[in-house]
């Protein structure tokens, strides 16, 4: 993308003067920032030049969009602050899908944009709009920092991006502001004593839990992002209740763990098979689980009367279920405090949750012969453990869903609020640059042909990526839809690409696979190769009819 913007201020190479993209950077770094994702333009050049300077490391992607998930990649394999960086204009307006995905999945963004200075706005219109109207509807809060302003600005940031459900917040940073001098840095406010908030009264919840003899737990995404997961076994140790988990919940607990049922969310088959357990329970307990993941068929999906304890990290009027009661606060120390007052009883002694355990393990079990359940059985098998997967939106991601075991949390990222195509190649190119481990990325043939140019990002940052194609020239959860809704097919339809060709061009290694033999032979070598290596994967999009 070819940006055109007049030139900045003249500085003088090597300058070590104080600016505000200083007190900027010095502030983001303070907060954990190791790395900025973006492509540079004229009115970020100062900050870009402060982030370097506070040690936080400039990278350079070929999309605005792909940098914003790179950021959330690397957010979740070490916790460094994410934060994407993008010139006015369209270095905006491409970022937009990624922000919208931060504010959905919950992702603590901070998005810093250049803009002209105020008075240049009211009569220079080139590449200029209104930054803060774009973005506020898919933003916690949108700042414009002033000249004196910048510390607090970010410190304000840092907090409501931080603050109950994590989500992006914006700076918009004038040109002069960035490049005014300052005198001093100014000291980061000590560190807040992280208050825990937990409801004074837990009586009437470890009542109902005491009570149940058909407890049934159901765990989602503010568990994760409070790396409670220990929390949570210690509540099912004591409760005996078996778990079910969204997606981004999976691996809160190994999925080998014979109380883990399985996850759902967008399955159809799956939401079958957990259903007679929901209606045969005796109570219901929610765990930081958040209905932005859910599919339509998860409105009120249990009985007016069913008990129900909901425990939420922030308690908001979705109107996607009821509950018999709301417990608001950090979610882990909640199942803590309830976890401690609790003691074994008997439960489930019919045997319910096996039984359904079984029949999930059944009705996702691999056909026999080649098709995407065999990519994703053969890439399970093979995978070391603790291996981070992505996967990109569409047919393949529910299904995978429902096949990938998942040994911990975070080890299988995709975008499950927003639900957006083209995360998995970014999402998995910053969790191996933050892991320095091989990472396993997901993606359709579509989804990929979004983001082709971030294999040469790829290559640049010299990350060993391990990406699977699943090549079946197709949109085919659209075509499935289509089908399903006695439509014409149309628009779902594409042309084959040789991706093998096209990662040998941007310096990967590429293969075509068709069988378990050649796909197991080339993943084992591709994790153990520097570099991306790119395994274009030949299915038939038939094979996804009825699998999920």
Not at 197 to 225: Q, Y
Not at 433 to 440: A, V
Not at 529 to 535: T, V, W
Request: proline share 7%; charged share 20%.
């Amino acid at each position: 993308m070819t940006i055109q913007t007049p030139p900045p201020a003249p500085m003088t190479a090597g300058t070590a003067r104080l600016t505000g993209a200083d007190i900027i950077a010095a502030r983001l770094a303070a907060a954990g920032a190791t790395h900025a994702f973006g492509i540079p333009g004229g009115e970020v050049l100062a900050l870009v030049d402060a982030l370097g300077r506070a040690g936080i490391r400039f990278e350079l992607a070929r999309h605005e969009n792909a940098a914003g998930f790179m950021a959330e990649g690397l957010w979740h394999v070490t916790g460094a602050l994410p934060v994407l960086v993008a010139t006015l204009g369209p270095g905006v307006s491409n970022a937009v899908t990624a922000v919208a995905h931060a504010q959905q999945d919950r992702v603590p963004l901070i998005f810093i944009t250049g803009c002209v200075d105020q008075a240049l706005a009211e009569s220079y219109t080139h590449q200029v709009f209104d930054h803060q109207a774009v973005l506020r509807p898919l933003v916690k809060a949108s700042f414009r920092a002033a000249q004196g302003t910048e510390a607090l600005v970010v410190d304000k940031a840092l907090a409501i991006a931080r603050s109950g459900r994590p989500g992006p917040v914006h700076i918009d940073l004038p040109i002069a502001v960035a490049e005014a001098p300052a005198t001093t840095l100014p000291t980061p406010p000590p560190a807040a004593p992280g208050a825990v908030g937990v409801p004074v009264d837990l009586d009437r919840a470890v009542a109902l839990l005491a009570g149940a003899r058909r407890p049934l737990v159901l765990a989602g995404l503010d568990l994760v992002n409070e790396s409670a997961a220990a929390s949570l076994a210690r509540l099912i140790d004591r409760t005996g209740a078996p778990l079910l988990t969204t997606y981004k919940g999976k691996g809160l607990l190994p999925e080998d763990d014979l109380r883990v049922i399985g996850g759902v969310g967008l399955s159809p088959k799956a939401d079958a098979l957990v259903r007679p357990l929901m209606e045969a329970a005796d109570l219901i307990v929610l765990a930081g689980y958040d209905p932005i993941e859910m599919r339509q068929g998860w409105r009120n999906p249990w009985p007016a009367d069913k008990p129900v304890i909901d425990i939420v990290a922030q308690a908001l009027p979705h109107g996607m279920h009821r509950a018999t009661m709301t417990l608001e606060g950090h979610v882990g120390t909640i199942l803590d405090r309830l976890a401690e007052r609790l003691s074994p009883a008997p439960v489930w002694e019919r045997g319910e949750p096996a039984a359904v355990r079984a029949a999930f393990r059944r009705a996702f079990a691999a056909p026999d012969g080649w098709g995407p359940h065999a990519v994703f059985e053969t890439l399970r098998a093979v995978a070391p453990s603790g291996t981070v997967a992505t996967a990109d939106s569409g047919a393949h991601r529910i299904l995978l869903s429902q096949l990938w075991s998942c040994d911990g949390p975070r080890r299988l990222l995709q975008s499950t609020g927003l639900c957006t195509m083209g995360c998995a190649l970014p999402l998995a190119t910053g969790a191996a640059l933050g892991s320095g481990q091989p990472t396993l990325c997901f993606v359709g043939d579509a989804g990929l042909e979004m983001v082709l140019g971030e294999l040469a990002t790829l290559r640049d940052l010299a990350v060993p990526v391990v990406v699977a194609v699943l090549v079946d020239e197709a949109l085919g959860l659209i075509a499935l839809k289509q089908k399903q809704m006695g439509l014409t097919r149309a628009g779902v339809d594409l042309g084959l690409s040789d991706f093998a060709a096209i990662a040998r061009a941007f310096g990967g290694h590429g293969a075509t696979v068709d069988d378990r033999a050649s796909l197991a032979r080339e993943a084992a070598a591709a994790f153990t190769r520097p570099g991306f290596s790119l395994l274009a994967c030949r299915i038939d999009a038939a094979a996804y009819e009825g699998a999920f």
